[in-house]
């Protein structure tokens, strides 16, 4: 469906022309015309299949209205991180290129709170905050939300892993009834479907395509490793593969993450951290470096790595498996991005068998198992031994896969479904390793 039928404004779709969009997603054909029609609507939509455009669209055309007077905003759109925040304001900004002048602000953690303050002070058309800031600042008086006419939740199921189901619902409280409500989320089971009965009005149910189906056009492969030892000289052999352009490499916890950024750096790797300890600013630097090229590699933990979109990342390495079937999905989708292909790299210690079953039960098929000569694992999986051929590289350290190997990189949707429950496995824990392959630490808090 091209945008035309979609009845938006001519400059919002001069907009998207400018971009190189001509055409709807799924997600974009289903909720876009259901928001202007004024219904509030519980989306459920996996990350990068242009969830944020199908709020961002029907909000800009509602802001081309008459508004009421004040200074408060008009759009209140909370997402559960910052690089969500940062990722909304920068596709309102793309959006609304030809529109009339449209104030947006963005309130968030890890920023200063006076210049925070001075910017909800000023007229403002739409928002983006993450839960914790916004509360500080409605604690103090400082949000005017009397003009509100739409309160949108994205990734409202990442918003509750996280613990903010409180917070969110009292800034839900302390905005008018009468706003229109749009949430959109990787499932609508559980609480997110609690959630949606009690702060919104008859809302429309929308679901796009179960994200298990959407992973043919990434090549997935598993390596068995035996200890710590082994995943981070296997992981120094795969990053240096001449076709690796730049790749992620997911870890448990924010001191692993340290500790393998600058192991890798030590070894000749252009590496970064990305994890939650880091303030705005620093996480602000690390990702500019990364979509410059100076960074190759970058080092994340799940919640730091939520949003980031770079077509130049071809790899992705999960060094720890993640706790959440769900979070594999959302990790490699991070390469394959707007396009182009990727590869997505495991790592599976003898224990964590349970979490590769589930992670395989999830998807709906099984990784390919894959080794390097001279870096055979020696140690059998504990349960969830693989049941077919393994792929064998040359020892050489920019070997490809054999050429019985038919599968080839392509791009996937972005990753990033929840499961109903939302919990993690059943008695997973981390690698013997801790997670980052120097020592026992074990994962501490959020990252």
């Known amino acids: 469906m091209s945008f035309v039928s979609l009845n938006l404004n001519s400059s919002i779709l001069q907009a998207l022309t400018a971009s190189g969009y001509t055409a709807a997603t799924p997600v974009q054909e289903k909720a876009v015309p259901e928001a202007l029609a004024g219904h509030d609507l519980m989306c459920s939509a996996p990350t990068g299949t242009g969830k944020t455009a199908a709020f961002v ?6 802001l081309l209205q008459p508004a009421k007077p004040g200074r408060g905003p008009r759009v209140l759109v909370l997402t559960p991180t910052r690089e969500l925040a940062m990722q909304v304001t920068s596709a309102v900004e793309k959006y609304s290129k030809f529109m009339p002048r449209v104030r947006t602000g963005t309130v968030l953690g890890g920023m200063p709170y006076p210049k925070q303050r001075r910017l909800l002070e000023m007229p403002l058309d739409i928002l983006v905050a993450t839960p914790g800031r ?21 990734e409202a199921d990442r918003m509750l892993d996280m613990g903010f189901i409180k917070p969110v619902e009292r800034i839900c409280a302390a905005t008018p009834a009468g706003r229109q409500t749009l949430l959109f989320s990787a499932t609508l089971d559980g609480g997110i479907g609690t959630l949606g009965k009690r702060l919104m009005r008859n809302p429309k149910l929308i679901e796009v395509a179960a994200q298990k189906s959407r992973n043919e056009n990434i090549e997935q492969r598993l390596h068995h490793v035996d200890d710590g030892s082994h995943k981070h000289r296997l992981l120094d052999h795969l990053l240096r593969d ?44 690390t990702l500019a470096r990364l979509r410059s090229g100076n960074v190759r590699v970058l080092v994340a933990t799940d919640v730091a790595a939520r949003g980031i979109d770079v077509a130049s990342i071809t790899h992705v390495i999960n060094y ?14 991070r390469t394959g991005r707007a396009g182009a292909t990727g590869i997505a790299i495991s790592f599976a210690a003898p224990d964590e068998g349970h979490q590769l079953k589930q992670i395989e039960r999830y998807t709906g098929h099984q990784i390919e198992r894959h080794v390097v000569e001279g870096m055979e694992p020696k140690v059998k999986p504990r349960s969830g031994p693989p049941s077919g051929p393994q792929k064998r590289f040359g020892g050489n350290r920019n070997a490809r896969p054999t ?16 499961s109903a429950s939302g919990k993690p496995f059943a008695g997973a824990r981390p690698a013997r390793d801790g997670g980052s392959g120097f020592g026992g630490n074990r994962p501490r808090g959020r990252s």
């Open 134 to 154: 916004l509360i500080d600042f409605i604690d103090q008086g400082k949000v005017d939300f009397s003009r509100l006419e739409m309160l949108v939740l994205d």
């Open 57 to 62: 669209l029907p909000a800009l055309q509602r």
């Open 403 to 418: 050429s019985n190997s038919n599968s080839r990189w392509a791009a996937n949707d972005r990753g990033g479904s929840r």
């Open 242 to 285: 001449v076709d690796m352009t730049q790749a992620i490499v997911f870890t448990a916890t924010k001191r692993g993450a340290d500790r393998l950024s600058e192991s890798l750096n030590e070894k000749g790797h252009a590496s970064a951290a990305l994890h939650g300890d880091l303030n705005q600013s620093q996480r602000n630097r």
């Open 320 to 333: 720890d498996l993640p706790r959440v079937a769900e979070d594999y999905v959302h990790r490699i989708g």
